[in-house]
């Protein structure tokens, strides 16, 4: 940040994230991406509807949520003996079985994270038209960036492909509806992250900033 001595407006930098060459922070036109004009790096890219899209993704989340939490998502049988199951019955054996740390680990990645991106996105994606929500959603889009990396469906899901193939010989073992609602939560997951653009929701608040000073300089000028 840098003060003329003229008393010129303060113009923010930001640094390039592959060669560190100091830029004025702009947004690229919609549907268009910026460049840096030193390594070619994309420095934002600014999706049509980003918004729009963001929320549609994410209240599909959240209504795939309640099957794959409540569905089992697989079948195991040896012999007579048969059990199922769910997402939140994988948490309860290991909190059963003495693993308090890892249960209530496996708890926030597998369950609470990935709620509250979905939660979080659609509050902000609904929350960023109205201007009296301008503090909790930006609130909101402080809290997504920290959660944001403690979503691990991904991870979930390579151990039930583990257990799939480790456990195939042993007795058998079948895939129930659950399973199929949790992989299609976890793409619509990472859509809604590739989606999600935090600058567009900081340029609508700004925006609407901008305008509400022009209003208020014309009231006070008539």
């Avoid at 079948?75 to 249960?103: C, K, M, P, Q, R």
């Avoid at 496996?106 to 979080?120: D, E, I, T």
């Avoid at 989606?195 to 305008?211: K, T």
Wanted: aromatic letters at 10%; hydrophobic letters at 45%; charged letters at 15%.
């Amino acid at each position: 940040m840098q003060h003329g001595r003229d008393k010129t407006p303060t113009h923010w930098q930001r640094a390039c994230h592959e060669c560190d060459l100091l830029l004025t922070g702009r947004l690229a036109p919609p549907g268009q991406k910026l460049l840096c004009p030193r390594c070619n790096a994309t420095l934002h890219r600014n999706a049509k509807n980003s918004i729009r899209y963001t929320a549609a993704l994410s209240l599909t989340g959240l209504v795939l949520f309640i099957p794959t939490a409540s569905l089992p998502l697989l079948h195991f049988s040896i012999f007579a003996f048969g059990a199922e199951n769910t997402l939140v019955n994988g948490v309860l054996s290991l909190f059963d079985a003495g693993y308090i740390w890892l249960s209530t680990l496996v708890l926030f990645c597998s369950v609470l994270a990935p709620l509250g991106k979905f939660l979080l996105l659609a509050f902000i994606c609904w929350g960023s038209g109205w201007a009296f929500l301008d503090r909790p959603v930006g609130a909101a889009v402080r809290w997504y960036q920290h959660l944001k990396e403690w979503g691990m469906l991904d991870v979930y899901m390579l151990g039930i492909l583990v257990a799939l193939i480790k456990m195939s010989d042993l007795g058998k073992m079948e895939v129930e509806p659950g399973l199929y609602c949790f992989v299609a939560m976890m793409l619509v997951a990472n859509l809604t992250t590739l989606s999600f653009d935090p600058q567009a929701v900081w340029d609508r608040m700004g925006r609407r900033r901008e305008r509400r000073l022009r209003a208020a300089g014309a009231g006070e000028s008539s």
